[in-house]
């Protein structure tokens, strides 16, 4: 019974590590193959990638303005994904520089998008080919209470007063006139040929005049300066704006950028109303808006739709012509008129514009 018993055990104990020795092999053979279900497995090593800096900005930069430091800085970026030509990867190579456009923040700096110093305005870029910009002097009534803004289309007016002027002279009508002395016995001594008596009085030019009632000619003078003709005609169907005011203003605001908000006590700034507009127009039309300027002809803009863009042909107006368009008669001369008399056109004063009378 003792030797049955100890074979028995040795069997178990020959069995026992059998099976050590097949979950060892299967634990080996398990690592081998990617280790166990559910385990988690190291992450292969990779090389270091190569990388480059580029440069962007850190703020929003307007267009045209100036590239300072603080304004751009440098963050890595893959160099086998740098493609030659794009990217700036040296900041000390834009300082100076100008933006071509808005640049928000964040932007990445590529060449196309910087203007060297000295390469002309920015302006200049917005102007279509084969046309050029001329600024004319606006105020709230020639430039639509200054709604005018980039982009929007307008038609020019001008209007001019017309005289008479003596064609060899080139001065306006009529002339003036001395006194001449006759040829002949004038007084002491005789005189043989005309002269002037007093230089100095000088007279309208006038014209002869036959009065029925007199049975004679009279010499009538005007009674006052001749009286200048006013006309009104389209210069300019169409044209494009291009700024309101002055650029360096234009430049220096920072439209995107709210405005603070002034605290209890500070006093808010007045916005400067524009004293000029740039308008895109065409060579010939530049050239006539500078002799109209010179010529001091008035200029007016009449706003139009962006999207009517067909030729508007006008009359000029004159005096005539309202009379004629609008079916205004002449006012007949009668026997009565309005009392007090009446020599110039003014609208009544609102009770809120009358200035009070101080009491004494």
């Known amino acids: 019974m003792a030797g049955r018993t100890r074979r028995g055990g040795l069997l178990i104990i020959i069995v026992a590590l059998i099976l050590l020795l097949l979950v060892g092999a299967a634990y080996v053979w398990l690592q081998m193959q990617g280790g166990l279900p559910g385990q988690a497995q190291p992450l292969p090593t990779q090389a270091p990638q190569d990388m480059v800096d580029i440069v962007i900005t850190t703020q929003f930069i307007a267009r045209g303005s100036e590239i300072v430091e603080g304004a751009v800085t440098t963050i890595p970026y893959p160099r086998d994904k740098l493609v030659a030509g794009t990217f700036i990867t040296d900041p000390q190579t834009v300082y100076g520089k100008r933006a071509k456009y808005d640049l928000e923040r964040g932007i990445p700096l590529t060449p196309g998008a910087l203007l060297e110093p000295g390469a002309g305005s920015v302006v200049s870029f917005d102007i279509p080919k084969e046309y050029v910009a001329l600024s004319v002097p606006i105020s709230s009534?020639?430039?639509?209470?200054?709604?005018?803004?980039?982009?929007?289309?307008?038609?020019?007016?001008?209007?001019?007063?017309?005289?008479?002027?003596?064609?060899?002279?080139?001065?306006?009508?009529?002339?003036?006139?001395?006194?001449?002395?006759?040829?002949?016995?004038?007084?002491?001594?005789?005189?043989?040929?005309?002269?002037?008596?007093?230089?100095?009085?000088?007279?309208?030019?006038?014209?002869?005049?036959?009065?029925?009632?007199?049975?004679?000619?009279?010499?009538?003078?005007?009674?006052?300066?001749?009286?200048?003709?006013?006309?009104?005609?389209?210069?300019?169907?169409?044209?494009?704006?291009?700024?309101?005011?002055?650029?360096?203003?234009?430049?220096?605001?920072?439209?995107?950028?709210?405005?603070?908000?002034?605290?209890?006590?500070?006093?808010?700034?007045?916005?400067?109303?524009?004293?000029?507009?740039?308008?895109?127009?065409?060579?010939?039309?530049?050239?006539?808006?500078?002799?109209?300027?010179?010529?001091?002809?008035?200029?007016?803009?009449?706003?139009?739709?962006?999207?009517?863009?067909?030729?508007?042909?006008?009359?000029?107006?004159?005096?005539?012509?309202?009379?004629?368009?609008?079916?205004?008669?002449?006012?007949?001369?009668?026997p009565y008129a309005v009392e007090p008399r009446v020599d110039q056109l003014e609208f009544p004063k609102l009770q809120s514009e009358v200035t009070p009378t101080p009491m004494p």
């Open 141 to 334: 009534l020639t430039s639509v209470s200054y709604a005018l803004q980039p982009g929007d289309h307008v038609m020019v007016i001008g209007c001019m007063l017309l005289v008479d002027v003596d064609q060899q002279f080139q001065s306006k009508l009529p002339n003036k006139l001395p006194q001449v002395i006759k040829p002949g016995l004038v007084n002491e001594p005789e005189s043989l040929t005309p002269g002037f008596l007093d230089s100095s009085t000088l007279t309208d030019q006038g014209r002869a005049e036959f009065d029925p009632t007199l049975n004679q000619p009279l010499y009538a003078v005007p009674s006052e300066s001749q009286r200048p003709r006013l006309v009104c005609q389209t210069i300019i169907q169409d044209a494009v704006v291009l700024r309101m005011g002055e650029v360096i203003q234009a430049q220096a605001s920072t439209a995107q950028q709210p405005a603070p908000t002034p605290q209890p006590g500070e006093t808010v700034p007045t916005i400067t109303a524009p004293s000029a507009v740039t308008l895109v127009v065409s060579p010939e039309d530049a050239v006539i808006l500078n002799f109209m300027m010179l010529e001091g002809i008035k200029i007016n803009l009449a706003l139009r739709n962006p999207t009517d863009t067909k030729p508007i042909v006008t009359d000029a107006v004159t005096l005539q012509y309202l009379m004629d368009q609008k079916n205004i008669p002449l006012p007949a001369k009668l």
